[in-house]
């Protein structure tokens, strides 16, 4: 019998932090790779860091970054 999805969440909340990258890891691999996307968000980032260097944009810290989106999304 499989397990609700909630209670998979609550599960892998409880884990460490090194045990929920692991598990990430784990489930993103097992979706296999798609060579096309990886190639364009490779191309994506390397656009980004070229903004960055260039002075057009510059890095936000993660919780600067959710707290933005947060506040778009109201």
Do not use: N, Y
């Amino acid at each position: 019998m499989t397990k609700p999805i909630d209670v998979l969440e609550a599960e892998a909340l409880s884990l460490s932090p090194a045990e929920r990258s692991r598990l990430v890891d784990r489930l993103l691999a097992s979706l296999g790779h798609d060579p096309a996307w990886e190639q364009a968000w490779s191309e994506e980032a390397d656009r980004r860091e070229a903004r960055i260097a260039d002075g057009q944009a510059q890095w936000v810290d993660g919780a600067e970054a959710v707290a933005r989106v947060r506040a778009a999304l109201k």
